[in-house]
C-alpha cells in the first residue's frame, strides 16, 4: 500500500474522530470523550502529512492533506444525517 494512501487514510481517520467527539454527531447514541478523541485527531493528523511526504514532495504533500482535510470535515456531518436517515430514526423535532 503507498504511503500517499496511508496519510489519506489517517487524515480521514483523524477526522473521524474529531467528529465523533462532536455533541451534534449522529453516527452514535452519545459523543466520545472530547480531550482523547481531539488528542487522537491531533496525533492523526500530524502523521498524515509526514506519510504523504514520503511519496510526495512536501509541498504536495500538504496540499493534499489540506484538501483531503476540507473534504472529510465537510462531508462527515452529510454522511451522519444520511445514516441516521437509513436508520429510520426521528432526526429531532420539526
Not at 454527531?25 to 493528523?45: F, G, N, T, Y
Amino acid at each position: 500500500m503507498s504511503f500517499t494512501l496511508l496519510g489519506l487514510a489517517t487524515t480521514l481517520a483523524g477526522s473521524a474522530c474529531l467528529y465523533l467527539a462532536s455533541p451534534h454527531q449522529r453516527w452514535r447514541a452519545r459523543p466520545w470523550p472530547v480531550v482523547p478523541a481531539r488528542a487522537a485527531a491531533a496525533l492523526l493528523w500530524g502523521l498524515s502529512p509526514l506519510l504523504m511526504a514520503q511519496t510526495l514532495q512536501p509541498l504536495a504533500a500538504a496540499f493534499c492533506f489540506a484538501t483531503a482535510l476540507m473534504l472529510a470535515l465537510a462531508l462527515l456531518p452529510y454522511s451522519g444525517v444520511l445514516l441516521t436517515v437509513l436508520r429510520g430514526a426521528p432526526d429531532g423535532p420539526r
